[in-house]
Protein backbone atom coordinates (compact mmCIF):
# COMPACT_ATOMS: atom_id res chain seq x y z
CA UNK A 1 0.00 0.00 0.00
CA UNK A 2 2.58 2.32 0.62
CA UNK A 3 4.23 1.97 -2.55
CA UNK A 4 1.18 2.67 -4.36
CA UNK A 5 1.18 5.76 -2.20
CA UNK A 6 4.72 6.54 -3.50
CA UNK A 7 4.39 6.26 -6.73
CA UNK A 8 0.94 8.17 -6.88
CA UNK A 9 3.37 10.91 -4.91
CA UNK A 10 6.36 10.73 -7.23
CA UNK A 11 4.26 11.17 -10.76
CA UNK A 12 2.65 14.58 -8.80
CA UNK A 13 5.81 15.90 -8.04
CA UNK A 14 7.07 15.51 -11.78
CA UNK A 15 3.31 16.88 -12.77
CA UNK A 16 3.94 19.71 -10.84
CA UNK A 17 7.03 21.09 -12.36
CA UNK A 18 4.92 21.77 -15.50
CA UNK A 19 4.58 25.47 -14.34
CA UNK A 20 3.47 27.66 -11.52
CA UNK A 21 0.02 26.74 -10.73
CA UNK A 22 0.96 23.13 -10.12
CA UNK A 23 4.29 23.70 -8.23
CA UNK A 24 2.05 25.56 -5.97
CA UNK A 25 -0.67 23.04 -5.33
CA UNK A 26 2.16 20.24 -5.28
CA UNK A 27 3.93 21.88 -2.26
CA UNK A 28 1.01 22.64 -0.39
CA UNK A 29 -0.17 18.85 -0.86
CA UNK A 30 3.22 17.99 0.13
CA UNK A 31 3.52 19.80 3.80
CA UNK A 32 2.23 16.93 5.40
CA UNK A 33 3.04 14.14 4.11
CA UNK A 34 5.75 14.13 6.92
CA UNK A 35 2.70 12.76 9.32
CA UNK A 36 2.59 9.13 6.97
CA UNK A 37 4.27 7.23 8.59
CA UNK A 38 4.40 4.23 5.91
CA UNK A 39 6.27 6.85 3.73
CA UNK A 40 9.53 6.63 5.39
CA UNK A 41 11.93 3.92 6.34
CA UNK A 42 13.15 5.90 9.52
CA UNK A 43 12.92 9.35 11.50
CA UNK A 44 16.01 10.16 9.72
CA UNK A 45 14.36 10.15 6.04
CA UNK A 46 11.36 12.17 7.70
CA UNK A 47 13.68 14.77 8.68
CA UNK A 48 15.35 14.94 4.93
CA UNK A 49 12.01 14.83 3.64
CA UNK A 50 10.89 17.98 6.00
CA UNK A 51 14.15 19.89 5.09
CA UNK A 52 13.52 19.12 1.48
CA UNK A 53 10.19 20.56 1.94
CA UNK A 54 11.17 23.65 3.15
CA UNK A 55 13.52 24.39 0.65
CA UNK A 56 10.39 23.82 -1.60
CA UNK A 57 8.15 25.95 0.02
CA UNK A 58 11.06 28.94 0.00
CA UNK A 59 10.99 28.82 -3.80
CA UNK A 60 7.40 28.23 -4.04
CA UNK A 61 7.20 31.89 -1.87
CA UNK A 62 9.79 33.27 -3.92
CA UNK A 63 7.68 32.29 -6.97
CA UNK A 64 4.64 33.66 -5.66
CA UNK A 65 5.79 37.13 -4.76
CA UNK A 66 7.76 37.41 -8.18
CA UNK A 67 4.11 36.59 -9.65
CA UNK A 68 2.10 38.89 -7.67
CA UNK A 69 4.91 41.80 -8.31
CA UNK A 70 4.36 40.86 -11.93
CA UNK A 71 0.85 41.89 -11.77
CA UNK A 72 -0.23 38.28 -11.33
CA UNK A 73 0.24 37.39 -15.49
CA UNK A 74 -1.62 34.36 -16.72
CA UNK A 75 0.92 33.46 -19.07
CA UNK A 76 4.21 32.66 -16.20
CA UNK A 77 5.32 29.96 -17.90
CA UNK A 78 8.58 31.17 -19.76
CA UNK A 79 9.39 33.08 -16.18
CA UNK A 80 8.93 29.85 -14.19
CA UNK A 81 10.89 28.02 -16.34
CA UNK A 82 13.58 30.09 -16.71
CA UNK A 83 14.18 31.09 -12.84
CA UNK A 84 12.45 28.45 -10.52
CA UNK A 85 12.21 25.10 -12.75
CA UNK A 86 15.64 24.13 -12.60
CA UNK A 87 16.15 24.67 -8.94
CA UNK A 88 12.96 23.35 -8.52
CA UNK A 89 13.90 20.17 -10.11
CA UNK A 90 16.88 19.24 -7.87
CA UNK A 91 14.41 19.62 -4.71
CA UNK A 92 11.67 17.47 -6.25
CA UNK A 93 14.21 14.68 -7.36
CA UNK A 94 16.00 15.11 -3.57
CA UNK A 95 12.23 14.56 -2.57
CA UNK A 96 11.35 11.58 -4.88
CA UNK A 97 14.71 9.91 -3.51
CA UNK A 98 13.81 10.39 0.28
CA UNK A 99 10.35 8.81 -0.75
CA UNK A 100 12.56 5.78 -1.96
Excluded at 45 to 51: D, F, G, V
Amino acid sequence: MAENKKIIICEYAYSALHDFASFAKFVSYAENLDQVEELFQNENCRKNYQHIWFELEIINASALSDWEDEGRPVDWKNYWESHYKQDSTELVNKLIAVLK
